[in-house]
């Protein structure tokens, strides 16, 4: 065994060549006196960001943060009022305080650029953060996300009046149901149904409300790399094609079918191939190892 020190050598070297897991940290604080949760995967200037949706939080990405952070920076929040963070019942729940959040995330994780992930309801939220901060955003990924409001003040009342009510829980339940029964596998409708469920009624219904202001909705041009991924239903119409068209020079646009709203969380290797595809497409992955 006078080799034995030589095998020692070689094993301690190829050990290191292995690529070494990602290793997250689950971080805390305060955005406007309230106590925010995020977790972060690895070092760099940039950083891929995502947004839960409406009554969701960073879990539904837990296939997407730590495969892809093995090719850059991933930050996943929850935002206020979700997860992991604070839920007072005397704040308004506001774009404008998820945009502040982020901002602060950023900042305590000493982020200079972000290209930000939104699904559904999180994209008013990224394009909220976009339009306050232009030069920190590199590129949108918006996933099964609207660029105008489907719900106005006229119709707000009748579909946020049963979420009101007493019977919150019943009409959540059956909204979660409605939307998620395309999926074939039920012990991922219950996850969702059940994520959904823990969102406070007061969180849900004001940030809802919120969606509102006229000035989330403004048709003002979006001038970075966009990539939309949608599944293939009926509100999506070719009309919306072109009117998305025409806010983003730089659209990346797609439907898959066979498919629900959480198509990430159902088809996770192919979303994160699409994502990964386009951010070496737009040359992103060479900014972040910069």
Same mark, same amino acid.
């Given at each position: ?9 070689? +094993?301690? =070297? ?7 897991? /990602?290793?997250?940290? *689950?971080?805390? &604080?305060? !955005? ?12 760099? @200037? ?21 495969? &892809?952070?093995?090719? +850059?920076? !991933?930050?996943? $929040? ?12 005397? $704040? ?6 998820? #945009?502040?959040?982020?901002? #602060?995330? &950023?900042? @305590? ?5 972000? /290209? ?9 939220? $990224? ?19 609207? &660029?105008?409001?489907? !719900? ?12 009101? *009510? ?32 823990? =969102? ?5 219904? *004001?940030?809802?409300? #919120? ?17 939309? $991924? ?7 119409? =070719?009309? %919306? ?11 990346? %646009? ?27 497409? *737009? ?8």
């Amino acid at each position: 065994m006078k080799n034995f020190g030589a095998f020692l050598v070689i +094993i301690a =070297t190829a050990s290191r060549l292995v690529a070494q897991p /990602i290793v997250s940290e *689950s971080k805390f &604080l305060d !955005v406007d006196h309230l106590k925010v949760h995020y977790t972060n995967y690895g070092k760099g @200037d940039t950083a891929l960001f995502f947004v839960h949706g409406w009554s969701c939080d960073e879990t539904v990405w837990s296939e997407q943060a730590p495969a &892809l952070a093995e090719k +850059i920076r !991933v930050i996943t $929040i929850d935002l206020p009022g979700h997860g992991q963070s604070e839920k007072p019942k005397t $704040i308004e729940y506001t774009m404008d305080l998820y #945009a502040r959040a982020i901002d #602060a995330v &950023l900042s @305590d994780a000493t982020v200079k650029s972000v /290209i930000l992930v939104g699904h559904s309801n999180g994209t008013p939220v $990224i394009r909220r953060y976009y339009r306050k901060f232009p030069a920190k955003v590199k590129a949108l990924v918006i996933v099964e996300g609207p &660029l105008r409001p489907f !719900v106005n003040k006229d119709n707000m009342e009748r579909f946020i009046g049963p979420f009101r *009510s007493d019977g919150y829980v019943q009409a959540m339940g059956e909204f979660v149901d409605a939307v998620t029964k395309p999926i074939n596998d039920g012990a991922l409708r219950d996850k969702i149904k059940a994520l959904m469920l823990k =969102t406070p009624q007061h969180v849900a219904v *004001s940030e809802f409300e #919120a969606t509102v202001d006229p000035d989330l909705w403004k048709e003002d041009k979006i001038d970075i790399p966009v990539l939309m $991924i949608l599944a293939k239903q009926p509100v999506w119409t =070719t009309e %919306y094609e072109q009117f998305v068209r025409g806010l983003i020079p730089k659209l990346d %646009y797609q439907v898959w079918e066979n498919v629900s709203h959480f198509l990430m969380m159902e088809k996770p290797r192919e979303f994160n191939a699409a994502l990964t595809v386009f951010l070496q497409q *737009s040359q992103l992955l060479q900014i972040a190892r910069k």
